[in-house]
C-alpha cells in the first residue's frame, strides 16, 4: 500500500550543483495566466468570453538560517542579486531515489537577513522565474 503524501524534509534548492545551506522553508512558485478578453457582441447571453493569456512562472522564496561564509548557497544568491543574473535553479523533491525535480530558470529578486530578539539570525530570497518551468518526475540528469 502506498501513501498519496510525502514529507517535504530533505528538499533541496541549487544552484547548478550547489545547494542552498540549512533551508527552513521552501515556497514553490504560483504559475498563473492571464486573461484575453475575447468578447463580442454575439458572445452568447451576454457573458464575457475569454482565452488564456500569457503565461507567468511566478515567484519561489526560501528561508534559511542564516551561514556565514556559505560560498555556494548565500554568497552566491548575494552575487547574483548584484549581477541581475538568470540562473538555472533546481528544487529536488526528496525519497528513496528523487521523488521530482522543478528545472528553472530565473533572477534574485529580493534578499534579506532577520534577526530577533529571542531568535535565530535568518536568511531569505525571492527568485522570479523567467521562461517556462519544467516538472520531471525522478532525478534531475
Request: net charge negative; charged share 10%; glycine share 12%.
Amino acid at each position: 500500500m502506498t501513501t498519496a503524501g510525502k514529507a517535504a524534509f530533505g528538499t533541496l534548492l541549487k544552484i547548478g550543483a550547489n545547494a542552498i545551506a540549512e533551508v527552513t522553508s521552501i515556497t514553490l512558485p504560483q504559475l498563473t495566466a492571464g486573461d484575453v478578453d475575447m468578447t463580442n457582441m454575439s458572445s452568447a447571453n451576454g457573458y464575457k468570453e475569454f482565452i488564456q493569456g500569457l503565461k507567468d512562472g511566478g515567484e519561489l522564496s526560501i528561508e534559511a538560517n542564516y551561514i556565514v561564509g556559505d560560498t555556494n548557497g548565500q554568497v552566491a544568491l548575494m552575487t547574483l542579486f548584484n549581477s541581475g543574473a538568470i540562473q538555472a535553479f533546481i528544487v529536488t523533491f526528496p525519497g528513496s531515489t528523487a521523488l521530482a525535480h522543478w528545472d528553472f530558470s530565473g533572477y534574485v529578486k529580493s534578499i534579506g537577513t532577520t534577526a530577533s530578539l529571542d531568535g535565530k539570525i535568518g536568511f531569505n530570497c525571492a527568485i522570479k522565474l523567467t521562461g517556462m518551468p519544467t516538472l520531471t518526475a525522478g532525478a534531475p540528469a
